[in-house]
Structures are given as structure tokens and as C-alpha cells.
């Protein structure tokens, strides 16, 4: 019997230990966090002209701005903005003038972003784009501004941490611009930072 009891006393003792030794922990884990995106590369505008398709620009340098708000799990929200050329099309006449036509955007969009696997990520997202148009010709230019309300955006990325808070990597995106049924996708490389 006294065997028993000191058994009991031994086992009564190690668990009144171990529950004193696990104290809640004094450091605080920051569970969400925001980061800022960067990107800059090749943009390539899908050719839909019916004049001056030959005589078209469509490769240019896009630059992209993106804002997120990471929270614990595998799901971001976040704004992007960017400045995309769509085209450049120079034409020259028979009487030696010249004009040349642009149109670029900027767009504004509420994307959600997830990641799939470590570092890599999908997001889609939809808003709104200012266009912009600009004509010039023989001692002209016209200049027109046009707001796109249906506008989205599909893409992948890979982003490299180098530190806690400096990440690299590369993005694939598709975007479309609903008011002029136009087609653009982007090859960037980005640097993110987490704040």
C-alpha cells in the first residue's frame, strides 16, 4: 500500500512539474503581415488593330505596383496598379507626313492571391483601367482618356525569400481590358518586401 501511495506521489509530482514549466510564451508571432510588390518586364499586347496592324508595336516595358495584406492563412487581398503600353502604331503617307497612334493603361485592381505551394502563387483580380489615347498627325495631336470598368487580371508567381523581409522572383500575367476587348500578357521580374 505504501508503494502505491508513493507511486501515486511520484506520478502526482512529474505532472504538477511539467504543467508549472509551461508558461505562455513572453514573444508574440506576428500572424499577418503587408507587403509591397514591385515588378518590372516585357508586356506583349495580342494584336486585335484592323488598321496599321502591320506597322504595330505591341512589345513594351510594363511596371507593376501591388499592395497585400497577408494574413496566417494561404489567401492575400490586395490592390495592383501598373503602367502598360498596349500599342504604338506609326504610319507614313504618300506625301511624306507622318502620324503615329498609342494607347496605354493603368490599372486598378482588387486582387486576391493564394498560395499553392511554398513561394508560389496564384491570383486573379478585377477593377477598373484608365486608358489613354493619343493621336498626333500633321501639326495635330489629339488626346483622349477612357475609364474601363471591366477589366481583369489572371497570374503566377514565384517569389524567393532572401531575408525575413526581402523576397525575389518572376510573375506570368494575362490581363484584359474590357472597354477596348483587348488582350495583353506580361513576363516580370519582381522584388517584394514585407512591412
Not at 47 to 57: F, P, Q, R, V, W
Not at 97 to 104: H, I, K, R, V, Y
Not at 134 to 143: A, E, F, L, R
Amino acid at each position: 500500500m505504501a508503494k502505491r501511495q508513493l507511486f501515486i506521489f511520484v506520478i502526482f509530482l512529474f505532472l504538477s512539474c511539467t504543467g508549472f514549466s509551461q508558461h505562455a510564451d513572453s514573444v508574440k508571432a506576428r500572424k499577418n503581415y503587408y507587403s509591397l510588390t514591385a515588378g518590372v518586364g516585357w508586356a506583349h499586347y495580342i494584336n486585335s488593330l484592323e488598321i496599321g496592324k502591320d506597322n504595330a508595336t505591341i512589345n513594351s516595358i510594363g511596371i507593376s505596383l501591388k499592395f497585400f495584406w497577408e494574413p496566417e492563412h494561404r489567401l492575400s487581398l490586395g490592390l495592383e496598379s501598373g503602367f502598360y503600353r498596349l500599342y504604338k502604331v506609326k504610319l507614313k503617307s504618300i506625301a511624306e507626313a507622318s502620324g503615329q497612334a498609342t494607347m496605354s493603361a493603368i490599372p486598378l485592381l482588387l486582387v486576391v492571391r493564394m498560395r499553392i505551394v511554398d513561394h508560389f502563387y496564384l491570383s486573379v483580380g478585377g477593377g477598373m483601367a484608365l486608358m489613354f489615347n493619343k493621336v498626333t498627325g500633321i501639326d495635330n495631336k489629339v488626346t483622349s482618356n477612357i475609364l474601363s470598368m471591366s477589366n481583369y487580371q489572371c497570374s503566377g508567381s514565384y517569389l524567393y525569400p532572401l531575408s525575413k523581409h526581402w523576397q525575389v522572383g518572376g510573375e506570368f500575367k494575362v490581363l484584359n481590358f474590357g472597354k477596348a476587348s483587348d488582350w495583353m500578357y506580361s513576363l516580370q521580374a519582381l522584388c517584394a518586401v514585407r512591412l
